[in-house]
């Protein structure tokens, strides 16, 4: 299988601050790249849609200014949480799709933030 | 609305038995239908997937049945070991844009 790598794996940071998560496809190249929010015991929750040199798409309720993405290969996309707060403590898992003429998703081992 | 359908939200399975976990959906423009295992603390891993021209795909243990008209899928782990304990998340995408995820299926396997 294909191999994506997220960084960094743990945070911890003060509120206030912003935290850069970086999702790298290592063996492939993607079009396409998600970002999910995922909270204990409950299944993934799509943040965004990236796709190589466009503006992401946010799903509905997602701060855009808050989450920025910037996809800037096909390799690389990254998430910046701006100004984080304890309410964004979360695990946040990026997945890229290997295309396209698939669409096989692979996804990052996760990054946990924790916003103190 | 939820697109995929997910049950049971819980299975407890001897070792040695099968684990069978059931997926629904009602877009008939999805045409790519994956499973994920995912450990705690770790990101979701694909497992195996099928595509709706196929009824049956069969990888080692793991096992998808796949009925087209009635709109369901299911993911069937044969022998089930203790190493399988995980959750498990069956999902569904058309052109691959977006995958709609179950709710997920908390495995635990027995010794």
């Known amino acids: 299988g294909a191999v994506v790598s997220q960084h960094p794996s743990r945070v911890i940071c003060k509120s206030g601050t912003s935290v850069k998560i970086e999702c790298r496809s290592l063996?492939?190249?993607?079009?396409?790249m998600f970002w999910y929010r995922q909270f204990p015991k409950q299944s993934l929750m799509l943040m965004a849609t990236?796709?190589?040199?466009?503006?992401?798409?946010?799903e509905q309720g997602v701060e855009k200014d808050k989450f920025l993405i910037n996809h800037a290969s096909l390799t690389l996309s990254t998430l910046t949480v701006t100004s984080a707060h304890p309410e964004d403590s979360s695990f946040y898992i990026c997945?890229?799709?290997?295309?396209?003429?698939?669409?096989?998703?692979?996804f990052g081992p996760g990054t946990r933030l924790t916003v103190l | 609305q939820q697109q995929v359908k997910q049950s049971p939200q819980s299975l407890i399975v001897q070792k040695g038995g099968i684990s069978i976990i059931n997926c629904a959906y009602e877009?008939?423009?999805?045409?790519?239908f994956p499973w994920y295992q995912q450990f705690p603390g770790k990101g979701p891993a694909l497992l195996i997937a099928?595509?709706?021209?196929?009824s049956e795909k069969k990888e080692g243990r793991f096992t998808i049945s796949f009925n087209k008209s009635a709109k369901q899928f299911s993911l069937h782990i044969m022998d089930s070991q203790p190493g399988d304990s995980a959750t498990y998340f069956c999902?569904?995408?058309?052109?691959?844009?977006?995958?709609?995820f179950g709710t997920g299926t908390s495995l635990t396997v027995i010794p």
């Open positions: 099928i595509r709706p021209d196929v």
């Open positions: 997945s890229a799709i290997r295309g396209p003429s698939h669409n096989e998703q692979f």
């Open positions: 990236s796709n190589e040199g466009s503006k992401a798409t946010y």
């Open positions: 877009n008939t423009a999805f045409d790519y």
């Open positions: 999902a569904a995408t058309y052109t691959g844009n977006q995958f709609y």
């Open positions: 063996d492939f190249q993607a079009t396409t």
